[in-house]
């Protein structure tokens, strides 16, 4: 073959085969694109749909829960109805007779929202169930709160979750319920969810993407949600038409350059061969100025950018360096610790090269914790974080040694808990000891003490190489900017409690009480529960500083918050609100809980009196007593300062009585209330979520069905 065949037939190959398979790359990545972001959003509107229909269960159980406490059932669960809780409800008794229905229920079958596993046949409703009980515990019956499973249901679902929502019956074979599908796209959809198991997403043949969404434990109902393909059409003919215009491009390019380039390019390869062995010096001579002449002046001066591009490579290296250090100053000023370790770790990932990587934090001195994971793999969701004890294996030697370490992996020196690897590279990071102590075994002799407080790992340098000596520099900048971040958050933490906290009796302050009662306020509103407050005040404690002198009096108020603490629970919270007063917050506790909780607390103060040294340096007995107002959310008050006030006039009233006391609130008088009718529509409420009420669709059926 002459020349001119052989440049003709090398640049076709060259030219046409990456536009060939650029083509081919593209129509596939537009493939995988596609269905990627069609299960991407089926996987956010599965998890819409179990949200909404979690949130109605909920509001189902707590209708149900409303009717049970009451007496008069009928009224409780005509006002739940009307209130738009629940569109049904049904009172049975132990042998299932129904003892009392609210007017025109959904048809039956009903699905229970705790299901495990959904039976074959339609769903018409949902409910949710309570055990109706006695006084002394014993079952009554049961009550049980519905919502309709209409078209309209479904179509909130769909609007909810932006996709074509499917409702079916249940049976073999599948059948359609209820659907927003299209008519023209119901069969195709429904025969691919024939075929679909768990959370698998399968294609329709006039390109939909489908997948099912239950029934699963709090979701029990079989829906197939479904999303239209964003594939542009006609997409193959337009690759097609490209490939065959570059391959017409390409023979004529190869014929002109085959017909031009006719002499040897002997000087050219020897160059080239210079080139390829890493001397970027080398020159072609210029004899002439035609086409072989210009190739070589194009060649020398790619050779002499290629060189300028090297130089700049290496000045960019350090140019990143001295970005990672304004980096590492700005990430010293946020305290979002997770954060500020992903960041670090991905920093290190993407200048080393390295496949996956972890940073672990020293816990209790005795043992490694993994703090933030990347390419792990073989650690799936849900398992526990990685964890290795100080001293064993390479990021257990690396912490307790202070010496950072790099190479092959070797069975031996790896610790069963460290993830397996080829290659590796670990770098401590540390801060100043807070104590001043030698706490660190990497303390070196006139430098200030250090403290290890964990260990940056890299694992498997992609290509197959070892990380070097530059890998080692960078990501010891990499564990500084660590140290940093880790000190700072441990800082802004301790501060952050000591803002929250009383310096003399270690209880939280007035500042975290007024926080702590609107959020335990607004969680037993939100749940139906009960919180009492305790408003605690130690009897006659100026007399205590005026005979016995301040510190005498500080030292019984350490005292008192020592025995508060040991009386109550851990979800309770004691706070010392000023001098000698004091709240204790007890969560979903009623009147009487509260009531004993004050006798014990008043019992444990009156009955051990505290020793104190007086003016004099003698050790004292000093009797102390304490006085208690209690009050209770929501029988006294409505709001968190309500609550507090009215328990404020308890302890009044206990301090005018008789002190070492404890009075309740006194209960208030009822609220007039006023029902407001409201039309039974079908309308989406603002939010988007599907709920039972007066703007769901309500529909007949025979009040004595049961489900």
């Known amino acids: 073959m002459t020349l001119r065949g052989r440049l003709t037939a090398a640049f076709l190959a060259v030219a046409f085969g990456p536009v060939l398979l650029g083509a081919v790359f593209v129509a596939s990545t537009v493939a995988a694109v596609d269905r990627s972001r069609a299960t991407e959003r089926l996987a956010v509107a599965a998890t819409a749909v179990r949200t909404s229909v979690d949130a109605l269960c909920q509001q189902l159980r707590a209708a149900a829960d409303a009717v049970a ?61 309570v055990q109706l009980r006695d006084a002394a515990g014993s079952a009554l019956g ?3 709160a519905a919502q309709p499973v209409d078209p309209a249901f479904v179509a909130r679902l769909a609007a909810v979750t932006g996709v074509a929502v499917t409702l079916l019956d249940g049976a073999a074979p599948v059948q359609v319920a209820h659907t927003t599908e ?76 085959a017909r031009v380039t006719t002499r040897p390019l002997v000087e050219l390869a020897g160059a080239a061969d210079r080139v390829a062995t890493g001397d970027l010096t080398a020159r072609v001579p210029v004899h002439s100025r035609d086409e072989i002449g210009q190739l070589a002046v194009a060649f020398n001066r790619m050779t002499r950018e290629t060189g300028g591009y090297l130089a700049a490579l290496t000045s960019s290296r350090d140019q990143l360096r001295g970005h990672l250090a304004v980096l590492g100053d700005t990430l010293a000023s946020t305290h979002d610790l997770p954060r500020i370790l ?21 816990e209790q001195g005795e043992q490694l914790v993994a703090r933030c994971c990347e390419g792990l793999d073989e650690r799936g969701p849900g398992t526990a974080p990685l964890r290795v004890p100080l001293g064993s294996g390479v990021v257990g030697a690396v912490a307790a040694t202070g010496q950072p370490r790099r190479g092959r992996a070797e069975a031996a020196s790896i610790d069963p808990d460290e993830p397996r690897c080829r290659t590796y590279i670990a770098v401590p990071f540390a801060a100043p000891d807070p104590t001043g102590g030698d706490a660190s075994a990497a303390a070196v002799p006139g430098r200030p003490a ?21 890998d080692l520099a960078t990501l010891r900048t990499f564990a500084r900017h660590a140290a940093v971040a880790v000190d700072n958050v441990r800082v802004h933490e ?30 037993a509103s939100r749940f139906g529960r009960m919180v009492s407050v305790l408003a605690l005040d130690l009897d006659r404690f100026k007399r205590v500083n005026d ?3 301040h510190a005498a009096g500080d030292t019984v ?44 607390l008043g019992a444990a103060v009156r009955d051990a009196p505290v020793t104190v040294v007086g003016h004099a340096g003698v050790r004292e007995l000093i009797p102390v007593t304490v006085s208690v107002g209690i009050a209770v959310f929501p029988d006294h008050a409505d709001t968190g300062p309500q609550v507090l006030a009215a328990a404020d006039e308890a302890l009044y009233a206990a301090k005018t009585a008789s002190r070492d006391t404890w009075r309740l609130a006194p209960a208030r008088e009822p609220s007039p209330t006023r029902e407001v009718p409201v039309p039974p529509v079908a309308r989406s409420p603002a939010d988007g979520l599907p709920r039972a009420g007066p703007d769901a669709p309500i529909t007949t059926g025979d009040p004595s069905a049961r489900p």
């Open 69 to 129: 406490v009451t007496a008069d059932h009928a009224a409780a669960a005509a006002q739940v109805v009307s209130r738009g809780l629940a569109t049904a409800v049904l009172v049975t008794d132990v042998t299932g007779r129904v003892g009392y229905a609210t007017p025109d229920p959904p048809p039956a079958p009903w699905r229970d929202c705790t299901a495990q596993a959904a039976p074959g046949g339609a769903v018409n409703a949902l409910v949710a169930r």
């Open 142 to 144: 049961t009550v049980a």
């Open 182 to 257: 299209s008519g023209n796209g119901r069969d195709a959809v429904l025969a691919a969810a024939a075929s679909l198991r768990d959370e698998h997403v399968a294609g329709t043949t006039d390109g939909r993407y489908v997948r099912r969404a239950g029934p699963t434990v709090g979701q029990p109902l079989p829906l197939v949600l479904s999303v239209p393909s964003d594939q542009p059409p006609g997409l193959h003919a337009v690759l097609v038409a490209v490939v065959l215009m570059a391959a017409l491009l390409g023979v004529a390019a190869a014929w002109r350059l």
């Open 342 to 362: 992903r960041v670090i770790l991905h920093s290190a990932l993407a200048a080393t090269g390295a496949r996956a990587g972890a940073v672990l934090l020293t």
């Open 450 to 470: 250090e403290v290890v407080l964990g260990v940056l790992a890299l694992y498997d340098r992609l290509g197959g190489d070892e990380f070097d000596d530059d």
């Open 494 to 523: 301790e501060a952050q409690r000591l803002s929250l906290t009383d310096p003399l009796t270690g209880l939280w302050n007035y500042r975290y009480l007024r926080e702590s009662l609107r959020r335990e306020v607004e969680r």
């Open 547 to 549: 005979t016995y002198g």
């Open 557 to 600: 108020l350490a005292e008192f918050a020592r025995r508060v603490r040991g009386e109550i629970r851990e979800v309770d919270l004691a706070f010392r609100r000023g001098g000698e007063e004091f709240v204790v917050l007890l969560p979903e506790t009623d009147a009487r809980g509260a009531t004993i909780v004050a006798e014990r």
